[in-house]
């Protein structure tokens, strides 16, 4: 069966669903590899790496000569349109904000796998795109703190006197968040974090950060995911915050409810009654934000409420794709390890009985196969 791995279409996407190194994992389970020239240029493969490691390179993929087509950003509803029915595709598939490509991929007949629906069991790990891509974000995110914080993160005593170390409030801690508490902790800062989970207390402990417990009850909703707040609690929880924003010199949100909007945690007068030079960075700026005012992809200064100068709102957009070779790294393989969960004698033939093929199918045979996303298409 021929397996295409496509150059990311989308400006600014830098990863690539195959490295070399899944290619020679994809070749081994007797697929065919094709790779569009230049796919990889951006996370360090040349074409001649991908060639090197048994792959094929084309200048396009014809989308009708191939069986299964890897990518990392959804597709758009036109490019879903151009497979042929029965083509299983790999990659992330946005399924709540993309409607229209969803309905494409049905229509087409397309055995879709979108890698955000990969159930979160012990034995899926080595496929799940959203923790691979999260440890990434939250590593960079304090990287991209540090380098906007007028100040070292750690304390430094020295012969010209003693620099205290940085505070870093970390807002949600799931997989982004702990990274982030390890990555902020690594480079000498002083580490607090919250999340509505109180199961996450000891994560945040085990990372070297400080809980903050706030006196609100215990939101957990299924599969370890936090449910959302009703808007009294959600505005409970925004006062009992404020002290410990205003205390922070560094903020970062990392806020998710699967499927919805990102929640409202901090508001502008939270970030205004920081301390001048701090800096608040909001990982959940592309899905909606966890801080007022944020917007994607930009650096917005706040004036502080004692009008003695700004905080820098910073609205993290493609987090994963700034550090595109490693991130690739670990993408390619949740596909490559997908894909081998799927594959006997050469053929790629998803068995519906696996919880793992049939949790992270998207469509198949015409049909829109996750429920929810058929019950908020239909
Ligand atoms: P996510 O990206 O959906 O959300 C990030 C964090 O935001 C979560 O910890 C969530 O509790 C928190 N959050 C949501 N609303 C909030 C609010 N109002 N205030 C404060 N925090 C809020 O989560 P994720 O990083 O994908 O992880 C979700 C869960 O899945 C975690 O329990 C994690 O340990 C678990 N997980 C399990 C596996 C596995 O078993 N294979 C793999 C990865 C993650």
Known sequence: MRVGIRREPLPGERRVAATPETVTQLTALGLEVQVESGAGIASGHGDAAYTDAGATVVPHLNAGDLDVYCHVRPLAPESAATLRPGTVTVGLASPASEPATVSALAAAGVTAFALELVPRISRAQSMDALTSQSLVSGYRVVLEAAIRFPRFFPLYMTAAGTIPPARVLVLGAGVAGLQAIATAKRLGARVSAYDVRPASADEVTSMGGTFVNLDLDAVEGTGGYARELSEDRAVRQRDLLAPYVAAADVMITTAAIPGRAAPLLVTHDMVAAMRPGSVVIDLAAETGGNVEGVVAGRDTPVPTRAGDGT??????????????????????????????????????????????????????????????TAAAIS
């Open 311 to 372: 905080v820098t709102l910073v609205g993290m957009k493609d987090a994963p794709s700034t550090m595109p070779a490693d991130a690739s790294r670990l993408f390619a393989k949740n596909v490559a390890n997908l894909l081998a969960l799927m594959t006997r004698d050469g053929q790629v033939t998803p068995d519906f009985t696996d919880e793992v093929v049939a949790g992270a199918c998207l469509t198949h045979d015409g049909t829109i196969r996750h429920e929810p």
